[in-house]
Every structure is written in structure tokens, then in C-alpha cells.
């Protein structure tokens, strides 16, 4: 049985481009369908997401209106996928009539209550959708597939961390309860809570589905298809000629995907660091393209990529008398500690320290909180602008890179924290000049 002893299972995850049309998701059907065993982790198509929380976000405004309208709008793309991808008439009705159960409850969800659950379950439907229609579509289609429910093994605990036990588990009990298959697929982003809750993995969560379900299986490799050739040694939305890295190690994806790195949802190294599972990053629209290998190997020295990181809050504590003192930091840390809030970059002087959080819901709070013991001063729309390597920050042309960025006002720097990375805040208006000069001065070998 192959999940017994699952040393052949490959785990690969398609993203919303990749199964946002038609004739994408022909083409993920002929990456899947070479009668290799595998479990196959989908997104919802592309803009389906944005659009169940738009839905979501009218509801709690009670103007259902709008929301009716988006629901409308979407079934009606929906009806028209399945006209083009399904012809088998059985399977048709099948699929539409899954189709209409989604669209029926979201409709009905324009006079429920507007709870936190019910968010939940709206932005769910994304991922609902594209694995029903996609395993109907692989029936047709002659291949031996199974859908399985990710609600029935994905599970996070209280601290919103995946309970792998539980997982393991359940994912394995399913798996040798189901027929075999040679194609399992199942929901990215979707899972339960610790309280049996539908719940999910925050925005671009498939990426780390993928990595949880690859470690619980001790996967080959987990494959992360997506709409470009691999990571690129800075983000291609606002830096041309970038171009793909072939391999980085688990620490340097981990930063950059933790550092604004798109591609890879914040979180997605981590499991496969844990378990040594290599991650391939792979391109729907080019699958001959060699993509970025994630692996433990750590390779030549040297800045190989930046990213950015934006909505970061910049937070300054003056406190003249006690920054020094014994204990003052560990005051401030608890405060944060309690809020549950973390600290990315911080640096310290003699009359203050500064520091920075990306997640800004108790802000407030923790402000207040501060101020008993020190002066506070807030900055928001911070960019953390970070460049990962290996070995950076000993390598000798790391301290030039400072000069090319002269004129651009540099609010902290973190370097010297870890080998791998050097990481700088700027005003999120100055990250683009800044990704490009840096960009220009350390890859493209302009000089100072
Ligand atoms: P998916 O829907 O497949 O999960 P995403 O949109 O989440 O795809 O991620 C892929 C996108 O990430 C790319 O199209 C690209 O615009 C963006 N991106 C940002 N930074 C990088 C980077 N360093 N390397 C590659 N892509 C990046
Ligand atoms: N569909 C979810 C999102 O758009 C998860 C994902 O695509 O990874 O955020
Ligand atoms: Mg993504």
C-alpha cells in the first residue's frame, strides 16, 4: 500500500493561475496524468479568492446587494468552465449541480448573520470549486483520481500552528481507507481549528498545504507549480531583467519567502526544513523550464536575491533614563510577547530602540502600554527591503552595497543577525528605487 510506506509520494501544489482557466487547467492535467502516484494540492482559480472576501466584506456591511451581484457574476464564470471543460453528461450534472450547492449557499449567506465562521467558510468555497471541478474534469479524462477532503485531515491547533499528529493520522487512516488512485487531490489553503472550526492559512496558503501534507508523508519532493520559472533573484513586479535562481537552500527561501518573496507563502519552508523534503518551484506555462530546487545544500557565497516586505509599522521607544537599566528590554518584550505580536528588525541606541511588526492589530494597546515607562513614536507604511545569501555578511563586497543607496532614507538596518541576510527599512514610496538600484549595483555589476 502506498502510503504505508509513502517513500514514492511526490506532492505537488498548482496555484490560481495555473488553475485559473480553461486551458490552464488542460495543461496541469497533463503534468498530473503520467500514472505516477501523487497527491495534488489546489488552489482556487485565480480572482475566485479575492472575490469570495469582496463578498464577505459586503456582508459585513450589510449591503447584500452588492454582494448578490458578485455572487452572480462568479457563478456565471463558473457555469461557463463547466461548459467548456466537462462534456461527459453525467459528470456534468454532477459538477453543476456541486456548483449550484456552493452558489446556494453563498446566496443564502446575504441574510445569515455576519460572524468570523462565516468569512471563513465564504473564502473557502474557492478551493472547494476548483477540486470538484477538477477531479470531474480528470474522470472524464480516464484518469484513476480521488478527491479527499482536506476538512478531514487539515487541522491547525491553538496557536494557528498545523497539529501534524493529528494530521498524520487522519491523512494516512483516509488514504487507506479510500480506493487507490494514482491522483489524490485535495484543497489548499483550507483547514479546520483547533475547535473543529472551518478555518484557513491566511492568504496564499496552498503553498504550505503542500509542505505540511509533503512532511506528513515524508513526500520525494513537494512541487510548487506556478505562473513563473522559479524564484527570482528579486521581485519581477516592480525590477526588470530579474531572472530565476536555480537552487537556495531552506534557510534562504525561508527568508525570502518570510521577507515578501510572493512566490512562496511566508510559512511554506518550514515544514520541509523540518522534514528535509526538497521543494522544486515549477512554471504551468513552461514546464521544461529547470525552476529553483529548495534543498539543505547551501551553495556558493553571496547575495543572491531581495525582496520586500511592505505594511511594516516602525515603532521608536525613547527612554532616557532606562534604556540602559537592567530589564528594560525585557519589559518591552514582554509587552509584546503579550499581544502576541512579532518583532522583526531591531536596533538599539544610547536614549532608544527601534523596532518593527507587520501585524498591527494591537497596536494600539501595545502603545499605550509602553508609554508608562517611555516615549513612543509611531511610523507606519514601512518597507523592509531584504537581501538574502549566504555568508553575506562576510562576504567583502557587502559594504558597498550602502553607497548605492545614498540618497534614499534608510531608517534601520539589521546586519550582522544572521549570515543569511541584511535587512533595511525604507518608506514603502522608496522601495521600488531602492529594490532597483540595489538590484543594478549587486547582480547587474554597475559600480559605485
Ligand atoms: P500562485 O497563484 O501560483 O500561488 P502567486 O501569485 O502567489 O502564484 O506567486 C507567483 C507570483 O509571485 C509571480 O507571478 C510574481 O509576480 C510574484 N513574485 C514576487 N516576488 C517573486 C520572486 N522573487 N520570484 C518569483 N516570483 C515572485
Ligand atoms: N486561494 C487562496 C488565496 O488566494 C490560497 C492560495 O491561493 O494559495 O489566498
Ligand atoms: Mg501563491
Known sequence: MLYKNSSDVKVLKFGGTSVGSVANIKRVKAIVADNEKKIVVLSAMSGTTNTLVEISEFLKLKQSKKALNLIEKL????????????????????????????????????????????????????????????????????????????????????????????????????????????????????????????????????DYTATIIGAVTDADEVEIWTDIDGLHNNDPRFVEHTHAISNLSFDEAAELAYFGAKILHPQTVMPARKANIPVRLKNTMRPEALGTLITSNVSEEGIKAIAAKDRITAIKIKSARMLLAHGFLKKVFEIFEKYETAIDMITTSEIAVSLTIDDDKNLVAIAEELSKFSTVEIDTQQSIVCLVGNSIVKHKETHRLFKVLQDISVRMISYGGSNNNISLLVNTKDKTKALKRLHNYIFNLVTT
Do not use: W
Not at 139 to 162: C, T, W, Y
Open 75 to 206: 457563478h456565471n464564470k463558473y457555469a461557463s468552465v463547466l461548459d467548456d471543460l466537462i462534456v461527459a453528461s453525467e459528470l456534468k450534472q454532477h459538477t453543476g449541480n456541486y456548483i449550484n450547492t456552493v452558489f446556494d449557499f453563498l446566496k443564502k449567506s446575504t441574510t445569515a448573520n455576519y460572524t468570523q465562521l462565516l468569512h471563513n467558510k465564504i473564502v473557502a468555497q474557492g478551493e472547494l470549486l476548483s477540486t470538484h471541478i477538477f477531479t470531474n474534469y480528470l474522470h472524464q479524462e480516464g484518469v484513476n483520481v480521488r478527491l479527499l477532503s482536506a476538512l478531514d485531515f487539515m487541522r491547525i491547533d491553538k496557536q494557528e500552528e498545523p497539529d501534524d499528529f493529528y494530521i498524520k493520522q487522519s491523512l494516512f487512516r483516509i488514504l487507506n481507507e479510500a480506493l487507490p488512485a494514482d491522483v489524490y487531490v485535495t484543497q489548499g489553503f483550507i483547514c479546520l481549528d483547533a475547535f473543529g472550526n472551518i478555518s484557513n492559512l491566511q492568504r496564499g496558503g496552498s
